[in-house]
C-alpha cells in the first residue's frame, strides 16, 4: 500500500514570500499525485494533478508542483503567496494499477499575513 | 448541477447511538468514498465504492457500514457510535474506479458524547 508524507505541518509566510511544501510517497509502482486545497471552512478542490508526461505540472491560482521520480517526491510551489492563499495543503497519492483509492498525507497548514 | 451532498452538517450522538450519514451526488459517477478528517492526520479512508452493488474497506474500516443501492447514493452508517468516532466526513466521488480527481462534499461534523 502506498503512503505519503507532509514534513511541514504548520508554515507562516508573510504576503510576497515564496512558498515550496513537501511531498514525498512511498510506493512500488507507478502513481498518479495531486494536491489538495482546503480553504478555511470549505471543502477540499483539487489544485493540480500529475499522470504522466511533463514532470513540472501547473494547477489554479499560480500554483506548480514538480514530480522528481528518483526522490519519490512531488512538492508544491508558488512564486508569491497572497493573504488569500492561507488554507491546509494535502497531497495525495493513487496507484495507476489494480486498488487506486486516493492517500493522503496528513496536511500542511499555511498562514499567510499580511 | 449540486455536485456531492452531504447531510447532516452538524450532528452529535451519545455513546452507543446508530446514525446514518448521507451521501448523494448527481455527476453520474460511479467511484465514491468516505474519508474522515482528523486533526494531524489528514483524510483516513474508510470505505470505497467502484459502483452500485459494490464495496470495500478502506484504512479505517472498523465501526461504520456502507452499502451501495444505486450509483447517486452511498450512506454511512454508524451502528453504535463510540467517542473515537468524533471527527468531520467527506464524502466524495469520482468517474470511474477513482482516478483520484475527487469531487467533495461540505463535511459532516459528528460527535460522540
Known amino acids: 500500500a502506498q503512503s505519503v508524507s507532509q514534513h511541514n505541518h504548520h508554515v507562516i509566510l508573510s504576503e510576497a514570500a515564496s512558498l515550496e511544501l513537501g511531498c514525498n510517497y512511498s510506493?512500488?509502482?507507478?502513481?498518479?499525485l495531486f494536491w489538495y486545497v482546503q480553504y478555511p471552512g470549505q471543502h477540499l478542490q483539487l489544485l493540480l494533478k500529475?499522470?504522466?508526461?511533463?514532470?513540472l505540472v501547473k494547477g489554479i491560482k499560480g500554483f506548480e508542483a514538480e514530480f522528481i521520480k528518483s526522490k519519490f517526491s512531488f512538492n508544491l510551489r508558488k512564486p508569491s503567496v497572497q493573504w488569500s492563499d492561507t488554507a491546509e495543503y494535502f497531497c495525495?497519492?493513487?496507484?495507476?494499477?489494480?486498488?487506486?483509492?486516493?492517500?493522503f498525507g496528513s496536511g500542511t497548514r499555511l498562514q499567510v499575513q499580511p | 448541477n449540486a455536485g456531492v451532498t452531504q447531510t447532516p452538517k452538524f450532528q452529535v450522538l451519545k455513546t452507543g447511538q446508530s446514525m446514518t450519514l448521507q451521501c448523494a451526488q448527481d455527476m453520474n459517477h460511479e467511484y465514491m468514498s468516505w474519508y474522515r478528517q482528523d486533526p494531524g492526520m489528514g483524510l483516513r479512508l474508510i470505505h470505497y465504492?467502484?459502483?452500485?452493488?459494490?464495496?470495500d474497506q478502506g484504512e479505517v474500516p472498523n465501526g461504520y457500514n456502507v452499502s451501495r443501492s444505486t450509483t447517486e447514493d452511498f450512506p454511512l452508517r454508524l451502528l453504535s457510535a463510540a467517542p473515537s468516532q468524533t471527527s468531520v466526513y467527506f464524502c466524495?466521488?469520482?468517474?470511474?474506479?477513482?482516478?483520484?480527481?475527487?469531487?467533495f462534499g461540505e463535511g459532516s461534523r459528528l460527535t460522540v458524547l
Open positions: 500529475y499522470f504522466s508526461g511533463d514532470p
Open positions: 495525495a497519492v493513487n496507484a495507476q494499477t489494480g486498488r487506486r483509492a486516493l492517500t
Open positions: 466524495a466521488s469520482g468517474q470511474g474506479e477513482g482516478t483520484g480527481e475527487l469531487f
Open positions: 510506493y512500488g509502482g507507478t502513481v498518479n
Open positions: 465504492s467502484v459502483g452500485a452493488g459494490i464495496t
